[in-house]
Protein backbone atom coordinates (compact mmCIF):
# COMPACT_ATOMS: atom_id res chain seq x y z
CA UNK A 1 0.00 0.00 0.00
CA UNK A 2 1.20 3.21 -1.10
CA UNK A 3 1.35 5.37 2.67
CA UNK A 4 1.83 8.94 0.42
CA UNK A 5 0.74 11.69 2.21
CA UNK A 6 -2.05 13.30 -0.33
CA UNK A 7 -4.82 15.65 0.22
CA UNK A 8 -7.33 15.73 -2.78
CA UNK A 9 -9.16 18.70 -2.10
CA UNK A 10 -7.72 21.96 -0.63
CA UNK A 11 -7.97 22.84 3.01
CA UNK A 12 -10.49 25.43 2.89
CA UNK A 13 -12.73 23.55 -0.09
CA UNK A 14 -12.89 20.55 2.03
CA UNK A 15 -13.81 22.74 5.21
CA UNK A 16 -16.65 23.79 3.43
CA UNK A 17 -17.89 20.60 1.42
CA UNK A 18 -17.97 19.41 5.35
CA UNK A 19 -19.55 22.36 6.68
CA UNK A 20 -21.85 22.14 3.56
CA UNK A 21 -24.79 19.19 2.73
CA UNK A 22 -24.72 16.96 -0.89
CA UNK A 23 -28.02 17.65 -2.70
CA UNK A 24 -30.33 14.69 -0.77
CA UNK A 25 -30.77 12.29 -3.78
CA UNK A 26 -32.91 8.97 -3.34
CA UNK A 27 -30.98 6.06 -4.31
CA UNK A 28 -31.11 2.03 -4.23
CA UNK A 29 -29.15 -0.77 -4.27
CA UNK A 30 -30.37 -4.62 -4.39
CA UNK A 31 -30.89 -5.50 -0.24
CA UNK A 32 -30.82 -2.07 0.62
CA UNK A 33 -33.27 0.26 1.54
CA UNK A 34 -33.84 2.58 -1.51
CA UNK A 35 -33.90 5.90 1.07
CA UNK A 36 -31.11 4.85 2.72
CA UNK A 37 -28.41 6.59 0.22
CA UNK A 38 -27.76 10.16 -0.19
CA UNK A 39 -26.17 13.59 0.40
CA UNK A 40 -22.23 13.65 1.38
CA UNK A 41 -20.05 11.03 2.39
CA UNK A 42 -17.01 11.57 4.08
CA UNK A 43 -14.05 8.95 3.67
CA UNK A 44 -10.31 9.12 5.18
CA UNK A 45 -8.23 6.69 3.56
CA UNK A 46 -4.14 6.15 2.32
CA UNK A 47 -3.57 8.00 -0.52
CA UNK A 48 -1.54 7.02 -3.45
CA UNK A 49 -2.35 3.71 -5.93
CA UNK A 50 -4.19 2.54 -2.89
CA UNK A 51 -6.61 5.27 -2.98
CA UNK A 52 -6.84 5.74 -6.95
CA UNK A 53 -8.12 1.96 -6.95
CA UNK A 54 -10.59 2.11 -4.17
CA UNK A 55 -11.65 5.22 -6.88
CA UNK A 56 -11.56 3.63 -9.84
CA UNK A 57 -13.20 0.13 -8.80
CA UNK A 58 -15.63 1.00 -6.22
CA UNK A 59 -16.34 4.53 -5.15
CA UNK A 60 -16.88 5.98 -8.58
CA UNK A 61 -18.93 2.95 -10.51
CA UNK A 62 -20.51 1.83 -7.17
CA UNK A 63 -21.26 4.91 -4.95
CA UNK A 64 -20.73 8.54 -6.35
CA UNK A 65 -22.39 7.38 -9.27
CA UNK A 66 -26.03 6.98 -7.09
CA UNK A 67 -25.74 10.17 -6.57
CA UNK A 68 -23.19 10.01 -3.10
CA UNK A 69 -21.02 12.79 -3.26
CA UNK A 70 -17.75 11.56 -1.99
CA UNK A 71 -15.62 13.80 0.59
CA UNK A 72 -11.86 12.15 0.75
CA UNK A 73 -9.42 13.02 3.67
CA UNK A 74 -6.47 10.97 2.57
CA UNK A 75 -3.87 10.68 5.35
CA UNK A 76 -1.81 8.32 7.25
CA UNK A 77 -3.15 5.69 9.78
CA UNK A 78 -1.79 8.00 12.97
CA UNK A 79 -3.64 11.44 11.28
CA UNK A 80 -6.56 9.22 11.26
CA UNK A 81 -6.31 8.07 14.69
CA UNK A 82 -6.00 11.42 15.84
CA UNK A 83 -8.66 12.81 14.48
CA UNK A 84 -10.93 9.75 15.26
CA UNK A 85 -9.73 10.40 18.87
CA UNK A 86 -10.20 13.80 19.15
CA UNK A 87 -14.26 14.01 17.98
CA UNK A 88 -14.91 11.30 20.72
CA UNK A 89 -16.58 13.58 22.52
CA UNK A 90 -18.50 15.55 20.12
CA UNK A 91 -22.04 15.70 19.30
CA UNK A 92 -20.98 14.59 15.73
CA UNK A 93 -18.27 13.64 13.96
CA UNK A 94 -16.46 14.74 10.56
CA UNK A 95 -16.13 11.14 9.49
CA UNK A 96 -18.33 8.54 8.01
CA UNK A 97 -15.64 5.52 6.94
CA UNK A 98 -12.37 5.11 8.12
CA UNK A 99 -9.57 2.87 6.37
CA UNK A 100 -7.69 0.63 8.37
CA UNK A 101 -5.67 -2.30 9.14
CA UNK A 102 -7.38 -5.00 11.58
CA UNK A 103 -4.94 -4.22 14.01
CA UNK A 104 -5.72 -0.55 13.83
CA UNK A 105 -9.62 -1.13 14.13
CA UNK A 106 -8.64 -2.89 17.43
CA UNK A 107 -7.09 -0.04 19.28
CA UNK A 108 -9.81 2.89 18.16
CA UNK A 109 -12.89 0.19 19.77
CA UNK A 110 -10.55 -0.34 22.54
CA UNK A 111 -10.76 3.24 22.77
CA UNK A 112 -14.98 3.24 22.39
CA UNK A 113 -14.86 5.11 18.97
CA UNK A 114 -15.99 2.50 16.82
CA UNK A 115 -20.14 1.42 15.97
CA UNK A 116 -20.45 -2.43 16.25
CA UNK A 117 -21.71 -2.60 12.25
CA UNK A 118 -25.13 -4.60 11.68
CA UNK A 119 -24.10 -6.61 9.14
CA UNK A 120 -28.22 -7.00 7.97
CA UNK A 121 -27.43 -3.56 6.17
CA UNK A 122 -24.11 -5.40 4.55
CA UNK A 123 -26.16 -7.70 2.27
CA UNK A 124 -22.68 -8.64 0.47
CA UNK A 125 -20.98 -9.24 4.22
CA UNK A 126 -22.58 -13.24 4.07
CA UNK A 127 -19.79 -14.25 1.39
CA UNK A 128 -16.72 -13.17 4.05
CA UNK A 129 -14.39 -15.33 4.67
CA UNK A 130 -14.53 -17.16 8.05
CA UNK A 131 -11.77 -15.45 10.85
CA UNK A 132 -11.36 -12.06 9.24
CA UNK A 133 -14.32 -9.82 10.04
CA UNK A 134 -14.76 -8.45 13.80
CA UNK A 135 -18.00 -6.56 15.17
CA UNK A 136 -16.82 -3.21 14.50
CA UNK A 137 -13.86 -3.89 11.54
CA UNK A 138 -15.34 -4.88 7.52
CA UNK A 139 -12.08 -6.76 5.57
CA UNK A 140 -12.20 -6.43 2.01
CA UNK A 141 -8.97 -7.63 1.17
CA UNK A 142 -5.98 -9.34 2.84
CA UNK A 143 -2.63 -10.36 2.31
CA UNK A 144 0.32 -12.39 4.19
CA UNK A 145 3.67 -10.87 4.77
CA UNK A 146 6.46 -13.88 2.55
CA UNK A 147 9.68 -13.84 1.55
CA UNK A 148 10.99 -11.34 -1.46
CA UNK A 149 13.81 -12.26 -3.72
CA UNK A 150 16.02 -11.66 -6.66
CA UNK A 151 16.06 -14.86 -8.94
CA UNK A 152 19.04 -13.30 -10.56
CA UNK A 153 21.18 -13.56 -7.35
CA UNK A 154 19.16 -16.24 -5.55
CA UNK A 155 18.74 -19.21 -7.44
CA UNK A 156 17.04 -21.20 -4.89
CA UNK A 157 14.42 -19.79 -3.85
CA UNK A 158 14.29 -19.76 0.43
CA UNK A 159 11.99 -21.40 2.40
CA UNK A 160 12.27 -20.02 5.65
CA UNK A 161 12.00 -16.56 7.31
CA UNK A 162 15.65 -17.95 8.82
CA UNK A 163 17.07 -17.04 5.19
CA UNK A 164 17.19 -13.61 6.13
CA UNK A 165 19.98 -14.54 8.11
CA UNK A 166 21.53 -16.13 5.93
CA UNK A 167 25.47 -14.82 5.50
CA UNK A 168 25.57 -15.26 2.24
CA UNK A 169 23.32 -12.66 1.42
CA UNK A 170 25.03 -10.04 4.13
CA UNK A 171 25.27 -6.22 2.91
CA UNK A 172 22.23 -7.40 0.71
CA UNK A 173 19.23 -7.93 2.94
CA UNK A 174 16.64 -5.11 2.95
CA UNK A 175 14.48 -3.98 5.76
CA UNK A 176 11.40 -1.93 5.64
CA UNK A 177 11.42 0.49 8.43
CA UNK A 178 7.46 0.91 8.35
CA UNK A 179 6.62 -2.30 9.22
CA UNK A 180 8.42 -2.99 11.78
CA UNK A 181 6.40 -4.83 13.60
CA UNK A 182 6.29 -7.55 10.89
CA UNK A 183 10.31 -8.14 11.46
CA UNK A 184 9.37 -8.46 15.05
CA UNK A 185 6.83 -11.24 14.42
CA UNK A 186 8.87 -13.27 11.72
CA UNK A 187 12.41 -12.72 14.10
CA UNK A 188 9.79 -14.33 17.08
CA UNK A 189 9.07 -17.11 14.55
CA UNK A 190 12.58 -17.92 14.06
CA UNK A 191 14.21 -17.82 17.69
CA UNK A 192 11.11 -20.03 18.72
CA UNK A 193 8.66 -17.71 19.87
CA UNK A 194 4.71 -17.22 18.75
CA UNK A 195 2.63 -14.78 17.50
CA UNK A 196 1.35 -13.87 20.82
CA UNK A 197 5.49 -13.88 22.43
CA UNK A 198 7.76 -11.96 20.56
CA UNK A 199 10.40 -11.67 23.17
CA UNK A 200 12.97 -14.64 21.07
CA UNK A 201 12.74 -12.26 18.54
CA UNK A 202 14.75 -8.99 19.65
CA UNK A 203 17.96 -11.55 20.18
CA UNK A 204 17.30 -12.75 16.51
CA UNK A 205 17.64 -8.79 14.88
CA UNK A 206 20.26 -7.84 16.89
CA UNK A 207 22.06 -10.74 15.45
CA UNK A 208 20.53 -9.29 12.18
CA UNK A 209 21.88 -6.13 12.80
CA UNK A 210 25.54 -7.61 13.66
CA UNK A 211 25.92 -10.32 11.12
CA UNK A 212 23.84 -9.42 8.15
CA UNK A 213 24.53 -5.31 7.62
CA UNK A 214 21.13 -4.97 6.79
CA UNK A 215 19.86 -1.79 4.56
CA UNK A 216 17.08 0.11 6.09
CA UNK A 217 14.25 1.69 4.16
CA UNK A 218 11.17 3.67 5.19
CA UNK A 219 8.71 3.06 2.70
CA UNK A 220 7.94 -0.07 0.17
CA UNK A 221 8.75 1.97 -3.04
CA UNK A 222 12.07 2.79 -1.76
CA UNK A 223 12.57 -1.04 -1.52
CA UNK A 224 10.94 -1.59 -4.43
CA UNK A 225 14.17 0.50 -5.75
CA UNK A 226 16.61 -1.00 -4.09
CA UNK A 227 15.27 -4.53 -5.58
CA UNK A 228 15.27 -2.71 -8.58
CA UNK A 229 18.65 -1.22 -8.84
CA UNK A 230 20.03 -4.61 -7.68
CA UNK A 231 21.16 -2.95 -4.30
CA UNK A 232 19.35 -5.57 -2.32
CA UNK A 233 18.48 -9.32 -3.38
CA UNK A 234 16.59 -10.53 -0.24
CA UNK A 235 14.03 -8.94 1.85
CA UNK A 236 10.15 -10.12 3.47
CA UNK A 237 7.26 -7.70 2.43
CA UNK A 238 3.25 -8.19 1.10
CA UNK A 239 2.89 -10.76 -0.65
CA UNK A 240 0.78 -8.41 -3.08
CA UNK A 241 3.55 -5.92 -2.45
CA UNK A 242 5.98 -8.13 -3.77
CA UNK A 243 3.62 -9.41 -7.19
CA UNK A 244 2.81 -5.61 -7.63
CA UNK A 245 6.82 -5.34 -8.29
CA UNK A 246 7.24 -8.09 -10.16
CA UNK A 247 4.54 -7.20 -12.36
CA UNK A 248 6.23 -3.72 -13.05
CA UNK A 249 9.04 -5.29 -14.49
CA UNK A 250 11.37 -5.64 -11.33
CA UNK A 251 13.50 -8.94 -11.28
CA UNK A 252 11.67 -9.90 -7.42
CA UNK A 253 9.89 -13.11 -6.96
CA UNK A 254 7.67 -13.99 -3.43
CA UNK A 255 8.44 -17.44 -1.63
CA UNK A 256 6.20 -18.66 1.19
CA UNK A 257 8.35 -19.32 4.14
CA UNK A 258 8.07 -22.48 6.09
CA UNK A 259 6.51 -20.93 9.11
CA UNK A 260 4.15 -19.51 7.28
CA UNK A 261 3.32 -15.80 5.85
CA UNK A 262 2.20 -13.01 8.89
CA UNK A 263 -1.11 -12.12 8.02
CA UNK A 264 -2.54 -8.60 7.20
CA UNK A 265 -6.21 -7.27 7.05
CA UNK A 266 -7.37 -4.56 5.32
CA UNK A 267 -11.08 -2.72 5.86
CA UNK A 268 -12.90 -0.69 6.99
CA UNK A 269 -14.84 1.06 10.01
CA UNK A 270 -17.69 3.48 11.28
CA UNK A 271 -17.31 5.62 13.75
CA UNK A 272 -19.49 6.00 16.61
CA UNK A 273 -20.39 9.31 15.57
CA UNK A 274 -21.05 8.83 12.08
CA UNK A 275 -22.38 11.82 9.82
CA UNK A 276 -24.30 9.51 7.09
CA UNK A 277 -25.12 6.47 8.92
CA UNK A 278 -27.37 5.03 5.82
CA UNK A 279 -24.96 6.21 2.92
CA UNK A 280 -22.01 4.70 4.84
CA UNK A 281 -23.59 1.16 5.38
CA UNK A 282 -24.42 1.41 1.43
CA UNK A 283 -20.25 2.39 1.02
CA UNK A 284 -19.72 -0.91 3.34
CA UNK A 285 -21.57 -3.62 0.86
CA UNK A 286 -20.44 -1.66 -2.41
CA UNK A 287 -16.78 -2.43 -1.04
CA UNK A 288 -17.76 -6.41 -0.82
CA UNK A 289 -19.69 -5.89 -4.75
CA UNK A 290 -18.34 -9.16 -6.50
CA UNK A 291 -17.22 -7.33 -9.41
CA UNK A 292 -15.70 -4.22 -7.81
CA UNK A 293 -13.75 -6.23 -5.41
CA UNK A 294 -12.60 -8.79 -8.01
CA UNK A 295 -11.23 -5.83 -10.38
CA UNK A 296 -10.11 -4.08 -7.58
CA UNK A 297 -8.17 -7.35 -6.22
CA UNK A 298 -6.71 -8.25 -9.41
CA UNK A 299 -4.97 -4.55 -9.72
CA UNK A 300 -3.77 -4.29 -6.21
CA UNK A 301 -2.69 -7.94 -6.29
CA UNK A 302 -4.16 -8.47 -2.44
CA UNK A 303 -6.53 -11.24 -2.04
CA UNK A 304 -10.61 -10.72 -1.93
CA UNK A 305 -12.10 -10.93 1.83
CA UNK A 306 -14.63 -12.57 0.63
CA UNK A 307 -15.53 -15.96 -1.51
CA UNK A 308 -17.64 -14.82 -4.33
CA UNK A 309 -14.96 -11.83 -6.07
CA UNK A 310 -15.13 -12.02 -9.36
CA UNK A 311 -11.62 -13.37 -10.38
CA UNK A 312 -10.36 -15.52 -13.00
CA UNK A 313 -8.85 -18.66 -12.02
CA UNK A 314 -5.24 -17.51 -13.29
CA UNK A 315 -5.65 -13.84 -11.18
CA UNK A 316 -6.51 -16.18 -8.72
CA UNK A 317 -4.12 -18.60 -8.65
CA UNK A 318 -1.47 -15.69 -8.66
CA UNK A 319 -3.03 -13.39 -5.48
CA UNK A 320 -4.01 -15.71 -3.32
CA UNK A 321 -3.24 -18.89 -0.91
CA UNK A 322 -3.44 -21.88 -1.32
CA UNK A 323 -5.98 -23.70 1.56
CA UNK A 324 -2.42 -25.62 2.62
CA UNK A 325 -1.04 -21.96 3.26
CA UNK A 326 -4.11 -20.54 4.09
CA UNK A 327 -3.84 -23.17 7.06
CA UNK A 328 -0.15 -21.56 8.08
CA UNK A 329 -1.30 -18.43 8.38
CA UNK A 330 0.20 -16.62 11.63
CA UNK A 331 -2.97 -14.46 12.23
CA UNK A 332 -1.76 -11.18 14.74
CA UNK A 333 -3.39 -11.37 18.07
CA UNK A 334 -4.55 -7.35 18.40
CA UNK A 335 -4.70 -7.35 21.91
CA UNK A 336 -0.94 -8.81 22.71
CA UNK A 337 0.15 -5.83 19.81
CA UNK A 338 -2.11 -2.57 20.99
CA UNK A 339 -0.31 -3.63 24.82
CA UNK A 340 2.70 -3.76 23.17
CA UNK A 341 3.60 -1.98 20.09
CA UNK A 342 4.81 1.27 21.55
CA UNK A 343 7.51 -0.15 23.46
CA UNK A 344 8.32 -2.25 20.09
CA UNK A 345 8.75 0.87 18.01
CA UNK A 346 10.85 2.52 20.99
CA UNK A 347 13.31 -0.93 20.87
CA UNK A 348 13.37 -0.75 17.36
CA UNK A 349 14.56 2.92 17.00
CA UNK A 350 16.88 2.22 19.71
CA UNK A 351 18.42 -1.10 19.53
CA UNK A 352 17.94 -1.95 16.06
CA UNK A 353 17.94 1.08 14.01
CA UNK A 354 20.61 3.17 16.74
Known sequence: MVKKLITSVPNRQRRDLL???????????????????????????WGGD????????????????????????????????TKLLAERNLPRGTIDIAHFSGADAFELNEQGILETLDLSKIPNAKFLRPGLALPYFMPWVFGGVTLAYNPKFIKEAPTSFADLWNAAYAGKLGVLDQSFY????MAALVG?????????????????????????YPTHQQLAAAFANEEIWISANYSARIAQWAKDGVSVKSAFPKEGAVTIVFGAVMPKKVRNRDAAYFYLNALLDPKGLGAYASASMYAPATTNADLTPEVRAAIDFTPEQTKMLNNTDYGYQAKNIAKWLEWWNKEFKG
Do not use: C
Not at 182 to 185: E, G, S, T
Not at 192 to 212: H, I, R, S
Open 19 to 45: LGGGAATALSMIGMPSHAQSGELVVTN
Open 50 to 81: WNDRTVKFIEAPLVESKGIRIVRMLNLEPERK
Open 192 to 216: GGKMDNVEPGFAKLLEMKKTMRPRI
Open 182 to 185: NWIY
